[in-house]
């Protein structure tokens, strides 16, 4: 039975408010101005047979159906913005399926916002929590008979990395300038902001696709715009080299001073990667927070990390929102003296999927953040096993797409397709299609045919006299009638 109107009003109100996040993210972007409630829903591929779906939006004015203003065709099992007063009626969707497919699809008025998938997926950080790499297959289908005019088949698919496709990252510098990073023989914060530079020379050829942000404790003196935290963000999120060269030489010119703050410079970088705060961050890029520390102190190495409780419930706390957000947690200590890590670190590190780094004082020369990975995506080869032929290497587009048109040979076909990424990962995939040739051999034969009726023509063209013997004789410049061949 159909729920009422009253319920289906109060089913749209609880699926709505389970996407807050998702809603809060979407008016982060200025490219959503369009929606008025703006929230992110996830478009399954359902029984579409091709890789995109169509859509479009009631136009109130005009009375009528139209292409959606910012996205007509959007990719399959894909995120997108759209005005959740809207999602019920004045949307509908229908599957791009190929030319003649049968039967053709027909359009479908509203989104299922019933369906935690289509609702929920999307959320900040739901996606983000699916780790390793997948190689997905969107073309053709697990198992599908392929029938083409040539004896060759398009493969289409993605490498996700997390849960999400492309080699997009924001990235979150989270520096120390606190007086622990001047004691000793060693000046701390210039091999820390040395790293830092390192890191950002590093990524000069992806920026864009990686975009950077830089956040520095503690804040002395407070800073206009901070709000009397003990944090201060020194560059927000962007991709220009010069802009954050110039922020870590600002970072330098303050100096040290100050005592360490380092839950409040973790609480405030997180905020810098949600995009619901609107600081820059994007919904489909994966968060990266490097959070850069001395281990000369009580905190958070040192002894105070166990003594005090309210330290540990913080520092836990803090771990949950890293692990929820979906962020990729990479904790750097410096010149520490301590061999053993403090049990609540350890603990925020195994909730939060987090990383540790300990960085000696012998290598504070070096280009230490080098060891925090950002892969991408390197090459997809897709062979083919049943036609015998070497693996060939997939075209790769910047979201991380690849497209490929192999031979293919009667019957079943056995592929293998293998994705590399920059730091050497790879993961494997086999997949199976059947090829239906009756079409080549209609092409064939109808080719002979065409072939066969050219040549009777031809052959006709030749047996046709150029004279009739009744016709007087062609004289030659002789004056005397050829011979008859």
Not at 451 to 476: F, N
Request: contains cysteine; proline residues 9%.
């Amino acid at each position: 039975m159909r729920p009422s109107r009253r319920r289906a009003a109060a089913l749209l109100a609880l699926s709505v408010g389970a996407c807050l996040v998702g809603a809060a993210t979407a008016r982060a972007d200025p490219n959503n101005a369009w929606a008025r409630d703006p929230l992110l829903v996830y478009y399954p591929r359902r029984d579409c047979r091709g890789d995109r779906i169509e859509l479009e939006v009631f136009d109130r004015d005009a009375g009528s159906w139209v292409p959606h203003p910012v996205h007509p065709l959007v990719p399959v099992e894909s995120c997108q913005v759209e005005d959740a007063g809207r999602l019920w009626n004045e949307i509908r969707w229908r599957c791009d399926e190929p030319p003649g497919t049968e039967p053709p699809s027909v359009w479908i008025v509203g989104l299922d916002v019933f369906d935690p998938n289509v609702m929920e997926r999307c959320e900040v950080g739901k996606r983000e929590k699916e780790t390793g790499v997948e190689l997905v297959v969107a073309k053709p289908a697990q198992g599908a008979t392929v029938r083409n005019p040539t004896m060759e088949v398009a493969i289409e698919g993605s490498v996700r990395m997390n849960g999400i496709e492309g080699s997009e990252y924001d990235v979150v510098l989270a520096l120390d300038r606190s007086e622990a990073m001047r004691r000793g023989d060693v000046d701390l914060l210039a091999g820390e902001l040395e790293a830092a530079r390192a890191f950002v020379d590093a990524l000069r050829p992806r920026l864009g696709a990686v975009r950077v942000g830089i956040v520095s404790s503690p804040n002395l003196p407070p800073l206009p715009g901070d709000g009397g935290t003990g944090a201060h963000r020194e560059i927000a999120l962007g991709a220009d080299p010069a802009a954050l060269d110039a922020a870590l030489g600002a970072l330098r010119g303050r100096g040290a001073s100050g005592i360490p703050t380092f839950l409040t410079v973790f609480d405030y970088a997180l905020r810098e990667l949600d995009p619901a705060q609107g600081h820059g961050a994007r919904p489909h890029a994966r968060k990266v927070l490097v959070l850069v520390t001395s281990a000369r102190d009580r905190l958070p190495f040192g002894p105070g990390a166990d003594e005090d409780p309210g330290f540990g419930a913080k520092l836990a706390a803090l771990a949950e929102r890293v692990h929820e957000h979906g962020v990729s947690l990479h904790l750097v200590g410096l010149a520490g003296v301590a061999d053993v890590t403090p049990k609540s670190v350890e603990s925020a590190l195994r909730k939060s999927g987090g990383n540790l780094h300990r960085v000696a004082t012998a290598a504070m020369s070096t280009p230490f953040l080098a060891d925090v990975p950002l892969p991408e995506l390197r090459a997809v080869t897709i062979e083919n096993r049943t036609a015998v032929l070497p693996p060939r290497d997939a075209e790769i587009q910047p979201d991380g797409r690849f497209a490929l048109t192999l031979p293919a040979e009667p019957g079943p076909n056995e592929l293998k397709l293998r994705a590399t990424l920059s730091d050497g990962a790879t993961v494997e995939r086999d997949w199976d299609f059947r090829f239906d040739e009756s079409w080549v051999r209609e092409r064939l034969l109808a080719a002979e045919a065409e072939r066969l009726r050219r040549a009777r023509q031809e052959k006709q063209l030749r047996l046709e006299p150029q004279w009739q013997e009744s016709d007087p004789a062609p004289v030659g410049e002789t004056g005397s009638a050829p011979a008859p061949q």
